[in-house]
């Protein structure tokens, strides 16, 4: 019964699909799923209030964006396929994971965005060497973060 429920809770049935695209960007699976948990539990359907789409909670312009640097087609009618959705939400976090070598930085930006988190790091209110964040002044970004690590730290026992 307890299993059942953690892996309705943590949608560990959704990991093969999404395994093969988190294997082609190299990037850690827990995270990835700890990612896809705290932006859409899961739901393809997604769409915030901020117009924020599918497993990944991709904005069409990011999703553009990432199309345009990797040559890839933008299909904005494709971004709620599960996928679709992960394919260019795993370029973008390994982007972002290449941009920002911190972790929490990393999910800072892809929560806050990339420019915000940019400009944090410019501010010693913020960040002591430009490359972690001390402080991270949007209490949802913050939030989202430690909801990340903490799911990150239940996936990692699945792997």
Same mark, same amino acid.
């Given at each position: 019964?307890?299993?059942?429920?953690?892996?309705?809770?943590?949608?560990?049935?959704?990991?093969?699909?999404?395994?093969?695209?988190?294997?082609?960007?190299? *990037?850690?699976?827990?995270?990835?799923?700890?990612?896809?948990? /705290?932006?859409?539990?899961?739901? #393809?359907?997604? =769409? +915030? @209030?901020?117009?924020?789409?599918?497993?990944?909670?991709?904005?069409?312009?990011?999703?553009?964006?990432?199309?345009?640097?990797?040559?890839?087609?933008?299909?904005?009618?494709?971004?709620?396929?599960?996928?679709?959705?992960?394919?260019?939400?795993?370029?973008?976090?390994?982007y972002? *994971?290449?941009?920002?070598?911190?972790?929490?930085?990393?999910? /800072?930006?892809?929560?806050?965005? #990339?420019?915000? =988190? +940019? @400009?944090?790091?410019?501010?010693?209110?913020?960040?002591?060497?430009?490359?972690?964040?001390?402080y991270?002044?949007?209490?949802?970004?913050?939030?989202?973060?430690?909801?990340?690590?903490?799911?990150?730290?239940?996936?990692?026992?699945?792997?």
């Amino acid at each position: 019964m307890f299993l059942a429920l953690i892996l309705t809770a943590f949608a560990l049935s959704f990991r093969r699909p999404c395994r093969k695209t988190v294997q082609k960007y190299a *990037l850690d699976p827990s995270l990835v799923f700890s990612v896809i948990k /705290a932006e859409s539990g899961f739901s #393809e359907n997604a =769409v +915030s @209030s901020a117009g924020a789409v599918g497993l990944m909670q991709l904005m069409p312009s990011t999703a553009k964006f990432v199309c345009e640097k990797n040559k890839i087609i933008f299909e904005s009618e494709r971004l709620k396929e599960g996928e679709y959705n992960a394919m260019l939400g795993c370029i973008y976090l390994n982007y972002l *994971l290449s941009r920002f070598p911190d972790k929490g930085t990393a999910l /800072a930006a892809y929560n806050a965005g #990339e420019g915000t =988190v +940019s @400009s944090w790091l410019k501010n010693s209110d913020y960040s002591d060497d430009g490359i972690h964040l001390k402080y991270v002044p949007y209490s949802e970004t913050r939030n989202y973060i430690k909801k990340v690590l903490k799911y990150q730290k239940i996936y990692a026992i699945f792997d």
